[in-house]
């Protein structure tokens, strides 16, 4: 992806929809948008660098933004990085996932994941099934 492409897809924010409200991360999330009104794409790499609290809600956003990348590998990766800090997965993270792996054409590998779902002890909900039915329509 260019700087142009993403420069055209992902507008630079004004300073009201920031949301700075002093929480753990609040650094990265300084740094992300610094990022983009220097016209610096971030990558998977820097967010997840420059998270100090890597608990299950910064994990889903940066995963949830990758995915919302078309990075379905990418997303992934992140996951997985995740699960192996032994971060307990939650059903918003699912839905993160799945929907890198559906809209990245990632068939058995989303059929995988919503299956683990279980395992991890979440109930699999009409979300979770919309991105099945989702990557079975592409």
């Not at 920031?18 to 650094?27: A, M, V």
């Not at 420059?50 to 997303?75: C, H, L, P, Q, S």
């Not at 971060?87 to 590998?109: M, Q, R």
Request: glycine residues 10%; negative net charge.
């Amino acid at each position: 992806m260019t700087l142009a492409t993403y420069s055209t897809q992902h507008p630079t924010p004004t300073a009201t929809e920031k949301p700075l409200n002093g929480g753990p991360n609040q650094e990265a999330v300084s740094l992300f948008f610094q990022m983009i009104e220097e016209r610096i794409v971030p990558s998977k790499v820097t967010m997840v660098s420059v998270m100090k609290e890597r608990d299950v809600y910064a994990w889903t956003t940066v995963i949830g933004a990758t995915a919302m990348e078309g990075n379905g590998e990418g997303a992934l990766d992140l996951f997985n990085e995740m699960l192996g800090q032994e971060i307990k997965p939650d059903e918003v993270v699912f839905t993160g996932v799945l929907t890198a792996c559906s809209h990245g054409g990632l068939v058995e590998k989303g059929k995988h994941i919503f299956n683990s779902m279980k395992e991890q002890g979440i109930i699999p909900h009409i979300v979770h099934y919309g991105c099945r039915l989702t990557r079975r329509s592409s």
